[in-house]
């Protein structure tokens, strides 16, 4: 038999998230003792009320097919959380819950990118975006932006950006991989540009809206004449610590629901009925539900960005949210150790687990190529055993 992949497949990058943390796995698997800041997953356990709301729904044999959107419940108790939260009025068939964020992401983009059109990606980005677009058929138009203005894109470069051919914009703030805010100041400045063009939508995802450690979270689709411009993309896996249950979902206008709903009956039919029964729990409780979370990545921020600003070469920015540091390590390029050259952020970060044994995420697949990616959703000492050894690495650098 001849083996032939579809195009589609040859022109799909490997999500290099999981990849770099399926490397430290093996690694670790072989006997290597490695840190892996790889994967953007907290560490802590599901809170045991969300748990225990699964139970139950086992318990009471919520065992079925739900409707594909998700089950009235959920997305009546989603409804009420953007509008407790965020100021947003979406009725419950305005919603759509999904297998996980990127689910969402990728009914999304499915509904409304044509081939050819082109969907702009402020950079850094998250990995999956670009390869969901490119599943489109869709161009994706990089904005760059760099440590000096912190990761975050200014409303000019924004509008030189947009023509007739542009169809979306996707970002995120909290921003994976830069833990980048923005505030409402400049979410509002975004949006009047935004208004201006009305062949275009924007995906504003917000799943890491709990982990802010700074102003009040700002969502895209709260500015005046946005509910109709924006998808608002959130879910359960960062704020709860849910990955694993696999629940995201949007909030967008009913036609772009009904798209999603219509791609996802023929994908997945509807999310685990027993993960909608505990996100509409995790959604319904007070957001306080995350405090502690929320205050333990604060102190490894702070304790991680003290550290690793020391190590000569390693240039960060302080992130405001989510559980990433986004060091810029271009001063680490050209520089070389037994003879190798680092010539860019991938290897600095296949040096960085070879000789260091910690696993990060280079910037490439983000779109930032001078960067690396850090998670520091780990526990203290561990945080503080990866500086240790990054310093020692990189001091081996001639
Ligand atoms: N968006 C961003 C910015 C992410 O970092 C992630 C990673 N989990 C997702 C979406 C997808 O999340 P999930 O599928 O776990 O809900
Ligand atoms: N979103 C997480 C990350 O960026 C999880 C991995 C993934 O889904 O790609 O690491």
Avoid at 78 to 103: C, E, H, P
Avoid at 158 to 176: D, Q, V
Avoid at 183 to 203: F, G, P, Q
Avoid at 359 to 373: K, L, M, N, Q, Y
Wanted: hydrophobic share 40%; glycine share 6%; aromatic share 6%.
């Amino acid at each position: 038999m001849k083996k032939r992949t579809s195009d589609l497949l040859d022109r799909l990058s490997e999500s290099a998230t999981l990849a770099m943390a399926q490397m430290a796995r093996e690694l670790k698997d072989s006997g290597v003792d490695v840190i892996s800041l790889s994967l953007g997953e907290p560490d802590f356990d599901t809170p045991s009320e969300l748990k225990q709301a699964g139970i139950d729904s086992i318990n009471a044999n919520e065992t079925h097919y739900t409707p594909v959107p998700g089950t009235q419940r959920v997305r009546e108790a989603i409804s009420k959380k953007f509008k407790r939260d965020n100021g947003l009025v979406y009725n419950s068939d305005q919603i759509v819950v999904s297998t996980g964020a990127k689910q969402s992401l990728a009914n999304v983009i499915l509904s409304l990118v044509n081939p050819g059109d082109e969907v702009i990606l402020p950079a850094p980005f998250w990995v999956s975006y670009i390869e969901l677009i490119k599943v489109a058929g869709g161009v994706p138009v990089i904005l760059p932006t760099g440590i000096k203005e912190d990761y975050k894109i200014n409303p000019e470069a924004l509008e030189a950006a947009i023509n007739e051919k542009t169809r979306m914009m996707i970002y995120s703030s909290p921003c994976n991989p830069s833990g980048s805010v923005y505030t409402k100041e400049e979410t509002s400045k975004i949006a009047d540009v935004l208004r201006k063009h009305d062949n275009m939508y924007t995906i504003s995802d917000e799943i890491y809206e709990l982990i802010n450690f700074t102003s009040k979270h700002a969502s895209l689709a709260a500015e005046p004449g946005m509910m109709d411009r924006v998808i608002t993309v959130n879910g359960v896996s960062k704020g709860f610590a849910m990955t694993g249950w696999r629940l995201g979902y949007i909030g967008a206008p009913k036609w772009i629901a009904d798209a999603c709903t219509k791609i996802q009956g023929q994908f997945t039919s509807a999310p685990c009925s027993i993960a909608q029964a505990a996100a509409a729990t995790a959604v319904e409780a007070d957001p306080s539900i995350a405090h502690s979370m929320v205050a333990a990545f604060l102190r490894r921020r702070n304790a991680m960005h003290a550290s690793l600003s020391k190590v000569p070469g390693i240039n960060l920015n302080l992130p405001m949210g989510a559980f990433y540091l986004f060091p810029d390590v271009s001063k680490l390029f050209g520089k070389s150790f037994n003879g190798t050259t680092l010539n860019n952020s991938d290897d600095v970060a296949m040096f960085l687990i070879e000789e260091a044994h910690v696993a990060t995420v280079s910037g490439a697949a983000f779109g930032t190529p001078e960067c690396i990616r850090i998670s520091y959703a780990a526990a203290d000492e561990v945080l503080e055993e990866a500086v240790r050894r990054i310093e020692a690495a990189v001091s081996k650098l001639v």
